[in-house]
C-alpha cells in the first residue's frame, strides 16, 4: 500500500469506529449533529475540497459534485427528521472504501506491469584503472566501453567487443529461452546478462537506446484513447449533468404537483428519493473501469513482447479481418545463404563470380547483399570499386578493378539489353553481368521461419478472412513461399512504392467493417505501415524505423506473436463491453427503482460502489494473457 492509500485507510477505520460508537450514545438536538458531523467530515473532507475546486474551475458536474451534494442533502434531511445522520455517513464511507479498492487495484496492476516490464538499467559500468565505477546510463557517451557482469541489466545499445554469454531478454519479448551473444555480436538495453563478463561499446546515447523507447511507449500509450474511452467520456459530460436536473425534477415536480393536485405535498419524501437518486447515479464504475481495462490489456500485451502505441489501436486490431504480409524478415528468416553458382561459358569461375558480386554489393546493407558478402569470405577492399549505382527493384551496377559489373534480376539484365539464361532452383536469383557480357548467375535462399506455417493457422483460427504477401521477390519464388504457407494471395516483383499501391488496392477492396493489418520488418516498409489500418514492425528489436512508423511493434520476430496480439486486443474489448453494459444496465435500473420509491440509499450505494468494485476487478482480468 502506498503512503495515501494507508492514510485512507486510517480514515475509514476511524471513521467507521466513530460511527459505531455514536450509535450507542443517547444524545439529541445539535449535540448530535455535531458529533456526528466529525466522522462525516473525518471520511469526506477530500470530497467536498473537489466539489468546491470543480465548481470555482466551472467544472461542476463530475462524481465528487454528485456525492458531496447527496450526502451534504441527507446531512440536512437528517436534521429536519430528528437527527438520522447514518445513511449520509454510510453513503461517503462506502463510496470512500470503493475509491480505495480502486486505488489499490489500478496501482497493484501498474506493478504486475512494472515487475515483467523490469527493464530500466540503474546504473552503468565503466572501468577506471582496473576497477569499475557506477554511473549514470545517462552520462556515457556514445563509443565508450561498459562492463556488463553476470545478473545485471544491459543499460544502453552497443556491440559486444569482448566476451561470450547468455542473455535473458523475456523482458523485451517475452521469450524464456536466452539468446547467446559473442564479441562482434550487436546487443540491445533491457537484457539480463546470465553468464559471462560482457564488455560493450556503445552504439547510442542512453535516451535513443531500445529501453527508453520501449518504456516510453508502454508509459504514453494511455494518451491515444479508443473510440470506447471517447465515448465514455462524452457519455459522462451529458449524463452527469442530466442525473443532477433529474434528481432536482423528483425533489421539486412531484411533491409541487401533489400540492396543486390535492394528493398531498410530502417534500422530505422527494427530497430524499432526490438524493439517493444522485448516489445512485454516480458513473465511477464506467470512468474508472473502462480505461483501467485499456491500461491492463495494453500492460498484458507488453509482458509478452508486444507494444502497443495506445488503446486506439488495441480497439481497431480486435477488428483486423486481412492481414499483409512483407516477405524477408518477416515470414522468412532474413538470413540469405548462396545456395548454387551457375557461371556461363568459362570466363569467369564460381569465385570470381562471388568475388566481383560481392564487391559490387559491398556498399549495400540489404541481407542479399550481406549473403554474398559472407560467401566471399575475403576482406572487402571497398577501393577497388568506383561508380556504384544502386537501381531501386532492380539490382547494382558498378566498377570493379575498373570493369563494368551488373548484378541484380531479370528487369536489370532487360535495362542493359543482356540476354539471360532461366534457372531451375528456387531462390532469389542474382545475374551477373561482367564487362557487358553475361557471365552467369548466382542463387540466393531465404528459409522459412519455422512459426510461420502454424502463425498461418493461428489468425484463420482467431477469424482472420485473408492473407496477403507482397514482396520484391522472383514470383517464382514468392509462389513457392506462399504455396507453403497457404497465404491467399501473393504479389511479387514489387518495387517499394509498388507496396504502398497494393495496400491502398486492398483497402479498398476490403469489407468496410473490417480493419487491415500490414506486418513488415520495419525498416523498408514504413510508408506502407503508415498507410495500413494498422501498422505492425516484425523483428524490431532496436529498429527505430519499426517504433516511429508502426502501431504495433513485436519485439522480436515470431510470426506468432500476431495471432496472441489479435487475441490479447479481442479479451480486452470483451471486457470493455461487459463493463459498459453491465454498469449502464444496472444504474438505470437503480434509478428507474429509486424514482419510483422501490430502491433506498443502500440500494443505491450498491449501485455506485458494487457496480464499480466488480467492474475494477473484471477489468484486470486484462491483464493476463499468457495463455491466450
Not at 44 to 53: E, M, N, P, S, T
Not at 68 to 78: K, R
Not at 189 to 202: A, D, E, K, M, P
Not at 513 to 519: I, P
Request: aromatic letters at 6%; proline letters at 4%.
Amino acid at each position: 500500500m502506498t503512503k495515501k492509500q494507508k492514510k485512507m485507510l486510517v480514515r475509514i477505520l476511524l471513521s467507521a469506529a466513530m460511527l459505531l460508537g455514536l450509535h450507542f450514545l443517547p444524545i439529541e438536538g445539535l449535540w448530535r449533529f455535531i458529533l456526528y458531523l466529525i466522522p462525516y467530515l473525518t471520511i469526506g473532507y477530500d470530497i467536498l475540497r473537489k466539489a468546491w475546486k470543480g465548481i470555482r474551475n466551472k467544472q461542476i458536474f463530475d462524481e465528487n459534485f454528485l456525492m458531496a451534494i447527496a450526502t451534504v442533502g441527507a446531512m440536512l434531511q437528517g436534521v429536519l427528521q430528528g437527527g438520522d445522520y447514518v445513511e449520509a455517513i454510510a453513503v461517503m464511507l462506502f463510496y470512500q472504501i470503493g475509491e480505495l479498492f480502486q486505488s489499490y487495484a489500478v496501482g497493484k496492476s501498474r506493478k504486475n506491469i512494472s515487475a515483467l516490464m523490469d527493464i530500466r538499467p540503474d546504473y552503468a559500468n565503466i572501468e577506471t584503472d582496473g576497477t569499475l565505477e557506477q554511473v549514470d546510463p545517462e552520462e556515457v557517451p556514445v563509443g565508450s566501453i561498459i562492463v556488463v557482469q553476470p545478473g545485471e541489466k544491459v543499460p544502453i545499445d552497443g556491440v559486444v567487443t569482448e566476451g561470450a554469454s547468455s542473455l535473458n531478454t523475456s523482458a523485451l519479448t517475452g521469450e524464456s529461452l536466452p539468446r547467446d551473444v559473442t564479441a562482434g555480436d550487436e546487443i540491445i538495453s533491457g537484457c539480463i546478462n546470465l553468464t559471462g563478463v560482457l564488455r560493450i561499446q556503445t552504439t547510442r546515447e542512453f535516451g535513443e537506446s531500445t529501453v527508453s523507447k520501449v518504456l516510453d511507449l508502454v508509459e504514453n500509450a494511455s494518451s491515444r484513447k479508443s473510440k470506447s474511452e471517447d465515448f465514455i467520456s462524452k457519455f459522462a459530460r451529458i449524463y452527469t449533468p442530466a442525473v443532477c436536473f433529474g434528481a432536482l425534477f423528483l425533489a421539486v415536480v412531484p411533491p409541487v404537483f401533489g400540492l396543486l393536485f390535492g394528493s398531498g405535498a410530502n417534500f422530505s419524501q422527494w427530497l430524499y428519493r432526490a438524493l439517493t437518486f444522485l448516489v445512485a447515479s454516480c458513473p465511477c464504475a464506467l470512468v474508472i473501469s473502462i480505461p483501467l481495462s485499456f491500461f491492463a490489456g495494453i500492460g498484458g500485451a507488453s509482458t509478452q513482447g508486444i507494444l502497443v502505441k495506445g488503446s486506439n489501436y488495441l480497439e481497431a486490431l480486435s477488428k483486423t479481418g486481412w492481414v499483409v504480409f512483407d516477405k524477408t524478415g518477416t515470414l522468412t528468416q532474413g538470413v540469405f545463404e548462396v545456395s548454387a553458382i551457375h557461371q556461363q561459358g568459362t570466363a569467369y569461375t564460381g569465385d570470381q563470380l562471388i568475388e566481383y558480386a560481392a564487391l559490387a554489393e559491398s556498399a549495400s546493407s540489404h541481407p542479399i547483399s550481406k549473403s554474398l558478402q559472407r560467401a566471399y569470405g575475403g576482406e572487402i577492399d571497398r577501393s577497388r570499386v568506383t561508380d556504384i549505382q544502386e537501381i531501386s527493384g532492380c539490382g547494382v551496377m558498378a566498377k570493379v578493378d575498373d570493369i563494368p559489373v551488373a548484378a541484380g534480376n531479370d528487369k536489370l539484365m532487360e535495362r542493359l539489353h543482356i540476354s539471360c539464361s532461366p534457372c531451375h532452383l528456387v531462390g532469389t536469383v542474382i545475374h551477373m553481368a561482367i564487362a557487358g557480357e553475361y557471365a552467369g548467375h548466382i542463387v540466393i535462399s531465404d528459409l522459412i521461419k519455422p512459426t510461420a506455417p502454424a502463425a498461418m493457422e493461428a489468425l484463420k483460427a482467431a477469424g482472420v478472412k485473408k492473407t496477403v504477401m507482397l514482396t520484391g521477390d522472383a514470383s517464382r519464388v514468392a509462389q513457392q513461399v506462399a504455396k507453403e504457407l497457404k497465404v491467399d494471395e501473393v504479389c511479387a516483383e514489387l518495387l517499394p512504392g509498388d507496396k504502398v499501391a497494393q495496400v491502398e488496392r486492398l483497402l479498398e477492396e476490403k469489407p468496410e467493417k473490417l480493419k487491415l493489418a500490414f506486418v513488415g520488418d520495419g525498416i523498408n516498409d514504413a510508408p506502407v505501415l503508415s498507410r495500413a489500418d494498422i501498422g505492425i514492425a516484425m523483428g524490431a528489436m532496436g529498429s527505430d524505423a519499426a517504433i516511429e512508423a508502426a502501431d504495433i511493434v513485436l519485439m522480436d520476430d515470431d510470426p506468432m506473436k500476431i495471432a496472441k496480439a489479435i487475441k490479447i486486443s479481442r479479451k480486452c474489448l470483451g471486457i470493455v463491453y461487459q463493463n459498459t453494459v453491465f454498469a449502464i444496465a444496472v444504474k438505470l435500473l437503480a434509478l428507474i427503482l429509486v424514482a419510483c420509491g422501490a430502491a433506498n440509499m443502500w440500494m443505491a450505494i450498491f449501485a455506485d460502489v458494487g457496480v464499480m468494485v466488480l467492474a475494477v476487478l473484471n477489468a484486470i482480468r486484462a491483464l493476463f494473457v499468457k495463455k491466450l
